[in-house]
């Protein structure tokens, strides 16, 4: 865990960006609302540096990139939850190189990705940073400010939910 | 000792020690249900982290930025040398080879110059003589 907070936004954004990007996306089940994700959160990392008192640096950074999300389906309340559509959004993904390639890549994980979204929000946030993000039972217990049994028991029955909404 | 429950998935993320660790252990050789939790919790964990890893939509963060921008770089310097080494290579074709002139030719086409025009000197080129140095 990385203790000094990292100089500038740019580097947080730089060494995280892909990190919390998958995380909003696994999150959001979309791209778009993952980008939009990702820059609220470098945005108020930006804004939030200043006060950054030495600690925890990742321990702060999920907390941001959580209370980001939650802030986001709070304000919208329309999709936060809205299960990837049967036809992926082809006009999006054509917009990048290699359309083709990542079109396949996220069929693979559809069924899962799906599943994971009709998580109620605190156990998908708990499996997400555990199986996604790769965080520890301490770190996440820190960036949601829940005990670690609290995070223990979120991680253990969402699975057991994922488990029973893959095979219906 | 009840159902190991949620004991299974902090096992499988190696958050499980001491005392917790072992009365799983003897739980799971005594009980069949838990056994086969562990084996479903186990493969839908894998399952999850087997998802592809999103990259990151260009001009997201910073590093989506530089990092196309170093390889667009890398490309258009080395397409850059490739041209450069062409024209080289054609103007070493087309352009004639370089001719030594002798001072006599020198001079005997300063002789025909100045024949023209007297204004136009030195009529004669005067070449130092070489100092032999001793060696």
Sequence with gaps: ?168 | MRHSGELISAYLDGELGGEELRDLFQHLGECGRCTDELMQIQEVRGAIRSLPVMEVPPGLVPVADVVPLHRNRGFWASAAAAVVIVVIAIAALVTPPATTISADDLNSRFAARVSLDPAFGPAKVILPDLIEVPE
């Design chain 1, 1 to 168: 865990m990385t203790e000094s907070a990292p100089l500038t936004w740019e580097e947080v954004a730089r060494v995280y960006g892909r990190k919390i990007y998958n995380f909003a996306y696994r999150l959001t089940g979309n791209p778009n609302d993952a980008s939009d994700l990702v820059q609220e959160v470098l945005l108020r990392v930006r804004k939030g540096l200043d006060q950054y008192q030495p600690g925890s640096f990742e321990g702060w950074l999920w907390r941001i990139t959580r209370n980001a999300f939650l802030d986001g389906v709070r304000k919208e309340n329309r999709r936060p939850t809205s299960p990837l559509p049967d036809e992926i959004d082809r006009w999006s993904l054509a917009q990048s190189p290699g359309a083709d390639v990542e079109y396949a890549r996220i069929g693979l994980g559809d069924d899962i990705q799906k599943a994971l979204l009709k998580l109620p929000v605190e156990f998908r946030e708990a499996v997400v940073m555990c199986d996604v993000v790769g965080l520890s039972y301490d770190e996440i217990a820190a960036a949601v400010a829940v005990p670690v049994g609290t995070v223990r028991s979120r991680i253990h029955r969402g699975r057991r939910m994922l488990r029973e909404s893959l095979s219906s």
